[in-house]
T-cell receptor, first 113, second 116 residues
Framework: EAQVTQNPRYLITVTGKKLTVTCSQN?????MSWYRQDPGLGLRQIYYSMNVEVTDKGDVPEGYKVSRKEKRNFPLILESPSPNQTSLYFC????????????FGPGTRLTVT | KNQVEQSPQSLIILEGKNCTLQCNYTVSPFSNLRWYKQDTGRGPVSLTI?????NTKSNGRYTATLDADTKQSSLHITASQLSDSASYIC???????????????FGRGTSLIVHP
C-alpha cells in the first residue's frame, strides 16, 4: 500500500531532550516536507527536500533540523525541544518538485513540557 | 505578503444541502491552488488542483473554481453527506525562483459540520 508513515504518533517529552520524528514513504517520491499544525494557524511548512541531500527551509525552520540521506526517509530532529514546539506534525511527499499532489502522513502529536 | 484567507471559519449545514467555501489569496508568483480535506486527527487529502489556466475542476460532488484575476477560489459541495464533515483547506503554491521549487501557503481552513 502506498503510504507515508510517521513515528511515533504521540510523544510527550521534556524541555531540552533531543528527539527525532521519523518519516518514510514507499512511493519513490522525490519531494518530501514537514509541516506543523497549530489551532487557528493552519499548516506551516518547516523544511522541505527536493531530493536526496537537498533540503531547504520553509516558513518556520527555527529549532528544527532535517536530513535526507535516503530517498524514502526524511527525519525531523528537535535538538533542544521547547514548549512552543508543542504541536501536531505532518510529513508529506509528492512525486516531484513540480506541485503534484502531496500525500500526508498520519501526524505526530508532540507535547513538550 | 503571501497569504491565504478562507471563509467562513466554520459552517453547519443539514445533510443533503449544498454549500460553498471561499478562498482568497495574495500569493505571488502563483503556481497552483489545491483544496484539501482533513478529517479530524488525520492528514489532509487532496481534492482538486488548479493551475493558472483552469477555472473549474470537479471531483465527484466537489467542484472548485478559480478566478486568477481576482485571486479567488471556491469549493462547492453538492448534496452534502455526513462524511463531508471535516476541515477544508485551501493551499496556494508560489514558485521559489531561487531553487525552482514551489512553496505552499496554507489557509487556516473551514470547518464544515453536516448534521443529519
Amino acid at each position: 500500500e502506498a503510504q507515508v508513515t510517521q513515528n511515533p504518533r504521540y510523544l510527550i517529552t521534556v524541555t531540552g531532550k533531543k528527539l527525532t520524528v521519523t518519516c518514510s514513504q514507499n512511493m519513490n517520491h522525490e519531494y518530501m516536507s514537514w509541516y506543523r499544525q497549530d489551532p487557528g494557524l493552519g499548516l506551516r511548512q518547516i523544511y522541505y527536500s527536493m531530493n536526496v541531500e537537498v533540503t531547504d527551509k520553509g516558513d518556520v525552520p527555527e529549532g528544527y533540523k532535517v536530513s535526507r540521506k535516503e530517498k524514502r526517509n526524511f527525519p525531523l530532529i528537535l535538538e533542544s525541544p521547547s514548549p512552543n514546539q508543542t504541536s501536531l506534525y505532518f510529513c508529506a511527499s509528492s512525486f516531484s518538485q513540480v506541485p503534484n499532489e502531496q500525500y500526508f502522513g498520519p501526524g505526530t502529536r508532540l507535547t513538550v513540557t | 505578503k503571501n497569504q491565504v484567507e478562507q471563509s467562513p471559519q466554520s459552517l453547519i449545514i443539514l445533510e443533503g444541502k449544498n454549500c460553498t467555501l471561499q478562498c482568497n489569496y495574495t500569493v505571488s508568483p502563483f503556481s497552483n491552488l489545491r483544496w484539501y480535506k482533513q478529517d479530524t486527527g488525520r492528514g489532509p487529502v487532496s481534492l482538486t488542483i488548479m493551475t493558472f489556466s483552469e477555472n473549474t475542476k470537479s471531483n465527484g460532488r466537489y467542484t472548485a473554481t478559480l478566478d486568477a484575476d481576482t485571486k479567488q477560489s471556491s469549493l462547492h459541495i453538492t448534496a452534502s453527506q455526513l462524511s463531508d464533515s471535516a476541515s477544508y483547506i485551501c493551499v496556494v503554491s508560489r514558485i521559489y525562483l531561487k531553487g525552482g521549487s514551489y512553496i505552499p501557503t496554507f489557509g487556516r481552513g473551514t470547518s464544515l459540520i453536516v448534521h443529519p
